[in-house]
């Protein structure tokens, strides 16, 4: 598959170098899948969206998590995981 990110791009909420993340075994989401081999993740503990995600998920679904920014490689569409601690993904980070 051509990849139109070729290299990690920045977190479009806070400038920070996002990190090449592959998916993990399942999908919290809608049970489709990732579609993809790996994705860009934005690490940053101070990042808005994964900062004030702790609050909007605490006090409107009563739950503990937040979301990460990511952006899928293939088409450079910006999007969000959800993450239930702070050292989710973490395991899944590739290093290059
Ligand atoms: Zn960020």
Partial sequence: MEMKIKEAPMCPHCGTKMTKTLPPPFNFGDGLGWCVEYFYICFNDECKL???????????????????????????????????????????????
């Avoid at 995600?53 to 569409?77: E, F, Q």
């Fill in 50 to 96: 994964y900062e004030n995600g702790w609050d909007h998920l605490k006090k409107n679904y009563g739950k503990t998590a937040s979301y990460r920014c990511m952006i899928y490689p293939d088409n450079g569409v910006v999007d969000s995981v959800c993450v239930l601690s702070p050292d989710a993904f973490k395991g899944q980070i590739v290093e290059e």
